[in-house]
């Protein structure tokens, strides 16, 4: 099964052009060393309705398996990408943030500051991952190993 990927990056200076996204272009190299297929890509400002509404369409149009999004998880004012993911989110997958997070925790204590969220949506996932690009690295190590069998088991293929 070829898993399509969609990757939506949330920073107010990348969506106004003044700043290159690195962290989303990390994630497009990683899924195609995979083998994943990437079928949308977007950067949007750090606006909950817009944020949502992404995500909604991805979703609910079947675009995409699974969406990553970069960008918008910490404490700063205008973060708020893990508010945006759960109002859309039907199912949060806590054990995957946790995951992420504790992932994260090896490198650097500051990834106790991310506060993304993984949930589905129908049959996507939706997975935050931090803007930093060696974060979202460190992130796609631990999803690598588990987006075949998400993407599977989101399809209805439950077989074990």
């Known amino acids: 099964m070829t898993v399509r990927l969609a990757v939506l990056t949330i920073s107010d200076s990348g969506a106004r052009g003044l700043r290159h996204d690195s962290s989303g272009d990390a994630i497009v190299a990683w899924a195609e060393g995979l083998g994943a297929l990437v079928v949308e890509r977007a950067v949007v400002a750090d606006d909950r309705v817009v944020i949502a509404a992404q995500l909604s369409r991805w979703a ?14 910490g404490l700063g004012p205008r973060d708020i990408t893990p508010e945006a993911t759960r109002s859309v989110i039907e199912r949060e997958a806590t ?46 190590n631990v999803l690598a190993p588990l987006l075949e069998h998400i993407a599977a088991l989101l399809q209805g293929k439950t077989e074990h």
Do not use: C, W, Y
């Open 95 to 140: 054990g995957l943030a946790e995951a992420l997070r504790a992932s994260g925790m090896k490198q650097t204590p500051r990834a106790a500051l991310s506060r993304g969220v993984a949930g589905t949506r129908g049959d996507t996932l939706i997975v935050n991952l931090p803007g930093s690009t060696a974060a979202v690295v460190d992130g796609l």
């Open 60 to 73: 609910d149009e079947d675009f995409a398996h699974v969406v990553i999004t970069t960008g918008g998880t």
